[in-house]
């Protein structure tokens, strides 16, 4: 019977089956940061439980690092982190340290690090976990009590989830980006349009993204309602993770190759739901609302949808039937694991060189890793930044997340490459308009939102 | 974990869809890193805004919770169960949940229970009107004001776990160690690379 790269994965790693579709998994990998596991860790303890395979796991703090250069000031951010080196050195769990030059946003280090492959279930405290999936990897969020249960077991109860292609045929027109192909999908199903589903991206849009493209991709899924986004590995995928730190080499890398190779959907494998979007008609876009599904072309009118939209609208203070373009705003952040890479701050560079930022913008660039800032900086792109009046920070989740030094205040209006526009998600009464990090630098230049079409004619 | 068998009481409605688990825990508590005491945090932000059930001091809530689709998408942060939990939630009632919310309410004893739109709608009109809900997992029914029970779904092993308050690793060892032990050996042996430190022991 022909099988989905869904069903390849999830069959290759079914330790026993349950009732219905639950089956205990196999699980190779394990990411683990300081907020998800202070209680995994205290599970552990207070059941007397030893990790079973600690070479399959590997920490790093993210949430509440601090990305201003003098470090945290806040000492119960400072006690987490403490706790998470602490936990590890117990345990025996190798800790990327701020000193290893390796330290990063967990979705950004996995990669790097060659911690991620093709073939592997791999899993963390985390629901952008999904972001692993740009590998060919069964990568899914899971709370605390279950990172616990993985420590312990190696193995986890799961319901095998029915399976989504979407496929984006043709190609991505000039300013527009793996994001907008992410927002424009969450549009066109609703934040919850992949529950139960995993998703596969396939199509000739999909096969052109780099590594850092997939990984926007599969790492916005969560945000449509799935926890799981897949893309089969190809070339471009076995050139990203060749002689990294922890990838297979010699014979090993050859065997493993191999088997990657057949990693992918039999060309006859049904799917429960086929989406087809057209690359050449996604426009660069930006999220009106409190949830990501509430989505919007950049040279459309901001929609009304009813009472749901209208709750909304006032909490962004905005009004329905105008046009987004030219809303003006205070912050501009570009970073996070949904935007933090390489290619990213080389498009928004692309956009800011010889440029200043608006009077009325601070503009934060916060690189995903270590590595990631220093290329950048190899590359001369925090020149490009601090000159425009951007500043340059150290590596962190900062204001994806809001839980460390780098909070909004109430009312402040922030044009985003990150991954939710919740209420308070950048601060309690902050705005979040969510867009790729070309549209983000067009933004911070202009100070109001801007159709980067226009920068690019 | 405390066996959940049956809960009775009144229910809280909260009918909004797509409450994220920001808004259930806002990320800035995050930095608390015990699970015990969270629920003063519950719904921080939205307490004390005009139509919100919760009070700004109030450190109970209904052992019911009917919510609205989508109810728990986004972070998959467990402080957002742990929190709700501690105000005293033992059932949650929604046509949909986020699926890492509702997995992760089964490891904490939290019953989630997904029904039919219509079905929910009705359920929110009567938690309003003050009713009295019970809920039995073990004959998998809710009965409002003694009436009319309504039957629900839920997988089998989540039943069994909070019917028996087990501890989920304890479970697995003891269950299926061996089934553990047989795939690495197959595994260690088809795909050797996933095994990095074995392969330094082989070598020395």
């Known amino acids: 019977m022909p099988r989905t790269l869904y069903d390849k994965l999830w069959d290759a790693h079914v330790v026993a ?120 990897a069964l990568a899914f969020g899971i709370g605390a009590s279950e990172c616990g249960i993985v ?38 199903i609703g934040a919850g349009g992949g529950a139960a589903h995993a998703i596969e991206f396939a199509g000739e849009a999909v096969r052109a993204l780099s590594m850092e493209g997939r990984m926007t991709l599969c790492n916005m899924v969560i945000e449509a ?44 494998a049904v799917f429960d739901q086929e989406i087809v979007l057209r690359a050449e008609e996604i426009a660069p876009q930006v999220t009106f609302g409190t949830s990501p599904g509430q989505v919007m072309a950049i040279d459309a009118h901001i929609p009304d949808a009813g009472a749901r939209d209208a709750k909304a ?72 930044f601090t000159d425009a009046g951007f500043e340059w920070r150290e590596p962190g989740c900062s204001l994806c997340v809001a839980m460390n030094d780098d909070r909004l205040p109430a009312g402040a209006r922030c044009a985003s490459t990150s991954n939710r526009n919740f209420e308070g998600r950048q601060g309690a009464g902050a705005r979040t308009h969510l867009m790729s990090p070309a549209m983000v630098a067009a933004a911070a230049i202009a100070g109001r939102i801007v159709d980067v079409r226009g920068d690019l004619a | 974990m405390t066996p959940l068998v049956t809960v009775c009481g009144p229910a809280l409605s909260l009918p909004e869809r797509d ?74 009632v929604a046509e949909s949940f986020g699926e890492i919310f509702q997995s992760n309410c089964i490891k904490n004893g939290m019953l989630p229970i997904c029904l039919d739109a219509g079905t929910v709608t009705n359920l929110h009109a ?41 501890s989920e690793v304890a479970r697995i060892r003891m269950l299926h160690g061996a089934d553990i032990a047989r795939f690495e050996a197959a595994q260690r042996r088809a795909s050797p690379w996933l095994w990095p430190a074995a392969e330094k022991e082989d070598q020395q």
């Open chain 1, 17 to 136: 089956t349950g009732s219905g579709r639950q089956a205990l998994l196999y699980i190779d990998r394990h990411l683990l940061h300081e907020v998800s596991t202070p209680q995994s860790f205290a599970l552990l303890r207070q059941e007397g439980f030893k990790v079973h395979r600690t070479e399959t796991q590997l920490a790093v703090a993210d949430h509440s690092v601090s990305t201003l250069p003098r470090g945290t000031t806040d000492p119960a951010a400072a006690a987490q982190i403490a706790l998470l080196e602490a936990n590890c050195r117990a345990f025996g769990i190798d800790y990327l340290t701020p000193a290893s030059g390796d330290q990063g946003i967990v979705h950004v280090i996995g990669p790097e690090q060659g911690f991620t492959l093709p073939g592997i279930t791999l899993v963390c405290g985390d629901s952008h976990s999904s972001t692993h999936g740009a590998f060919g």
């Open chain 1, 151 to 188: 420590m312990a077991t190696q193995a986890l109860w799961q319901t095998r989830a029915r399976t989504m292609r979407v496929t984006v045929d043709d190609a991505l027109s000039p300013g527009v980006s793996a994001k907008d192909m992410a927002l424009a999908l969450i549009g066109r």
């Open chain 1, 225 to 268: 309602g799935s926890r799981t986004g897949l893309i089969a590995p190809d070339e471009t995928t076995f050139a990203y993770i060749a002689d990294r730190p922890r990838t297979p080499r010699g014979a090993l890398w050859d065997q493993a190759l191999a088997a990657w190779r057949q990693l992918r959907s039999d060309h006859d």
């Open chain 1, 313 to 384: 609208l006032a909490y962004m203070a905005l009004d329905a039937a105008t046009p987004i373009i030219g809303v003006p705003i205070d912050h501009a952040f570009i970073g996070s694991c949904t935007n933090g890479r390489i290619e990213d701050l080389r498009a928004a560079a692309a956009i800011v060189r010889d440029r200043q930022v608006s009077a009325s913008v601070r503009a934060l660039v916060v690189p995903g890793s270590q590595a990631v800032k220093r290329q950048a900086e190899r590359e001369g792109l925090d020149r490009i």
């Open chain 2, 19 to 92: 409450v994220d688990t920001d808004i259930i825990y806002p990320a800035r508590f995050l930095l608390l890193t015990k699970r015990e005491g969270l629920g003063r945090y519950a719904f921080f932000d939205r307490r004390g805004t005009p139509g919100f059930p919760l009070a700004a001091d109030q450190d109970a809530a209904p052992p019911i919770l009917i919510a609205g689709a989508n109810f728990g998408c986004g972070s998959s942060r467990e402080q957002a169960p742990w929190a709700l939990g501690g105000l005293g939630v033992r059932v949650i």
């Open chain 2, 126 to 166: 009567r938690a309003a009107a003050g009713a009295r809900f019970a809920v039995d997992l073990d004959r998998q029914m809710i009965v409002v004001d003694d009436v009319a029970p309504r039957p629900f779904a839920i997988d089998a092993e989540a039943r069994e776990s909070l019917l028996n308050g087990w």
